[in-house]
């Protein structure tokens, strides 16, 4: 009887630690010039689909992260984005924006700000019209030498590209690198983009894109993308865009997270899953 108790008890704790430190302090708002500087993860995944966390989970997630707006991609998949109308209405939350990972053996594209599901059956080049005439920004998704399908036609005509983004691999670092430089020299007002590609939620946020935004809407950040105005970051703090906003995020540089608690909200967790285990135990 003891054992149970005490593992109540740890459950008991961890549950109301847990509740005690889930708080959301103010995020700033952060301008410069006539710009909003918002911080984005334009590349995430959801449930239900390839993702661990639904939208109301990853809004939650993404305001801990001290993030301004987060893209729900899932691969060849828009049940998770549909969720995203439903969301509660709360002005101070971070935007959520409906995308896809469009997904073929030749290249994966993150498509931002469509409304429904897009085929990858067609050639890169058209699949990145369709993104466009649904309305929608056309991102490369870590592009590299394994995707075959980014050729100069099709970089020449994306809005976007992945440049920052974690990977333990050097080599793979530098395709992202050397094909947004390549982008850029067909396409000179090309985004620089920074993305977690995450699937589950400690990463969200690990690199991320400043968005140099004239509102703070959905439509806004698709706007500055396809005007290039942004900088992307990495998960080591390199800075990649134009010289003036490079300088510009290095001035203002908004904060990477904005949760005072997460050390106490993680040992809450380690409390609860105690207790649990501890109950699977004794019973």
Do not use: C
């Not at 959801?46 to 989970?57: C, H, I, Q, R």
């Not at 049940?79 to 994966?108: C, S």
Request: no cysteine; charged share 20%; hydrophobic share 45%.
């Amino acid at each position: 009887m003891t054992s149970r108790w005490l593992a109540l008890l740890l459950l008991a704790a961890g549950i109301a630690l847990g509740s005690l430190t889930d708080r959301f302090p103010p995020r700033a708002t952060i301008r410069s010039g006539e710009f909003l500087v918002l911080s984005a993860d334009l590349h995430v995944h959801a449930a239900p689909g390839d993702g661990a966390l639904t939208p109301f989970s990853l809004r939650d997630e993404a305001r801990r992260a001290g993030l301004d707006a987060i893209v729900v991609s899932n691969h060849n998949q828009f049940v998770a984005a549909r969720l995203i109308p439903w969301l509660p209405a709360d002005a101070d939350a971070p935007l959520v924006i409906a995308g896809e990972e469009i997904t073929h053996y030749d290249y994966h594209l993150i498509a931002v700000g469509i409304d429904h599901r897009l085929s990858p059956a067609l050639p890169l080049t058209a699949v990145i019209t369709s993104v466009h005439d649904a309305g929608g920004v056309a991102i490369a998704a870590h592009p590299g030498r394994t995707y075959r399908g980014y050729d100069d036609a099709a970089l020449a005509r994306v809005d976007g590209a992945e440049v920052a983004r974690y990977d333990p691999r050097e080599d793979h670092r530098r395709e992202f690198v050397e094909y947004f430089e390549r982008a850029k020299r067909l396409h000179p007002g090309v985004a620089p983009i920074g993305s977690s590609d995450v699937h589950v939620s400690a990463g969200l946020g690990r690199s991320r894109t400043f968005v140099f935004a004239r509102e703070r809407t959905a439509a806004a950040v698709l706007e500055a993308i396809r005007a290039g105005r942004t900088v992307a970051i990495n998960d080591r703090g390199q800075l990649f865009g134009e010289p003036d906003l490079v300088a510009r995020v290095r001035t203002s540089m908004p904060a990477v997270r904005s949760d005072p608690h997460r050390g106490w909200r993680r040992l809450a967790v380690a409390l609860a899953w105690l207790g649990a285990a501890g109950l699977v135990v004794v019973a």
